[in-house]
C-alpha cells in the first residue's frame, strides 16, 4: 500500500483521501466552501449566512481547516477565513456536480441563486431536481 506524508505523518493513500473527503461530507460543511468560494468571511458573516449557530460555524471551520481546505488569518479580533486551495476546490465541486448528474442526483453546488440584497446564495442545497424536495428541507432545516 502507498503511503504519503500528511502533517508530518506517514498514513495510507486511502486514509489521507478519506481525511479529505470528510471535508466534503456534511451540507454545513459544503455551505461552508460554497461561501468562502466566493471569498473570505468572518465566523460571525458565515453564521448570519447560513443560520447556524456560532458554535457550529466554528466546529465546522475547525474540521475544515484539519482537512487542509480552509486557513485562516487574524483582522483584528475576528479572523477571517479563506479556502486554502479556491481552484482545487472548485475542481472537486464541479467533479461531484457532474458525477451526482451521471448517477441521477443532480445537483448544482457552484450555482449562486442571488436572494439576499448581500450577494450571497442563501439556497444552500442547489439541488435542482425535484425529487429532492425533502432532502432541501433537511439541509435548510
Do not use: N, W, Y
Not at 504519503?4 to 455551505?31: K, M, N, Q, W, Y
Not at 461552508?32 to 458573516?45: K, P, S, Y
Not at 464541479?94 to 436572494?115: F, I, K, P, Q, Y
Request: a negative charge; hydrophobic letters at 40%; one cysteine or more.
Amino acid at each position: 500500500m502507498a503511503m504519503i506524508e500528511a502533517r508530518g505523518d506517514a498514513v495510507p493513500d486511502e486514509t489521507a483521501a478519506a481525511f479529505l473527503f470528510h471535508g466534503f461530507s456534511d451540507p454545513s460543511r459544503l455551505a461552508i466552501l460554497r461561501h468562502l468560494a466566493l471569498g473570505e468571511h468572518r465566523v460571525v458573516d458565515l453564521t448570519k449566512h447560513l443560520g447556524l449557530a456560532q458554535s457550529t460555524v466554528s466546529k465546522h471551520l475547525a474540521c475544515l481547516r484539519d482537512c487542509g481546505l480552509v486557513d485562516s488569518r487574524p483582522q483584528g479580533r475576528a479572523s477571517m477565513f479563506s479556502l486554502t486551495q479556491p481552484e482545487a476546490t472548485l475542481a472537486v465541486l464541479e467533479s461531484a456536480e457532474r458525477l451526482l448528474g451521471l448517477t441521477g442526483d443532480a445537483v448544482a453546488l457552484l450555482s449562486h441563486d442571488h436572494d439576499g440584497d448581500d450577494g450571497v446564495d442563501h439556497d444552500h442545497d442547489g439541488r435542482h431536481d425535484g425529487r429532492h424536495d425533502q432532502g432541501k428541507a433537511a439541509i435548510d432545516g
